[in-house]
């Protein structure tokens, strides 16, 4: 299968290498490469070949991919690199702050102690929870039956 790409997708041409980047990962589905940033130490980038623009438009199996290899990418660096956890972060559309327009996932190599504050750090909105919960509720989860081995 043919891999869809975006001529003019940042990451599409990553991954066809029009232009370089520090690869930490690929395979079939995805490529995994250091975020240029500079921002934390080890911020890894897991994209998938096929360009789809956000974890909202994304079909199972690329999700499935993406998953597995930010796995692969975690466990690798904590059990090899030094590091003692990881944040996995996806943002979707432009007011979560989604800066290129096809899904990727960052991981965010951590080290205890290392006094970063990545979660948001908001104080309690004190928001009406059973009103939220009402509110967003999925009603049908015929859609979601997924096969756990």
Known sequence: MENIVDENCLFCKIIKGDIPSYKIYEDKYCYAFLDIAGDYEGHTL??????TESILTANYETLTACACVCQKIARHYTENCGYDGVNIISNANECAEQSVKHLHY????????????????????????????????????????????
């Open 106 to 149: 960052h991981i965010i190599p951590r080290k205890n102690k290392d006094n970063l504050k990545i979660y948001p750090t908001r104080t309690n909105q004190n928001y009406d929870l059973a009103g939220l919960c009402k509110k967003l509720k999925m009603k049908d989860f015929e859609g979601f039956n997924i096969a756990v081995k």
């Open 46 to 51: 897991v994209v998938p070949k096929n360009h």
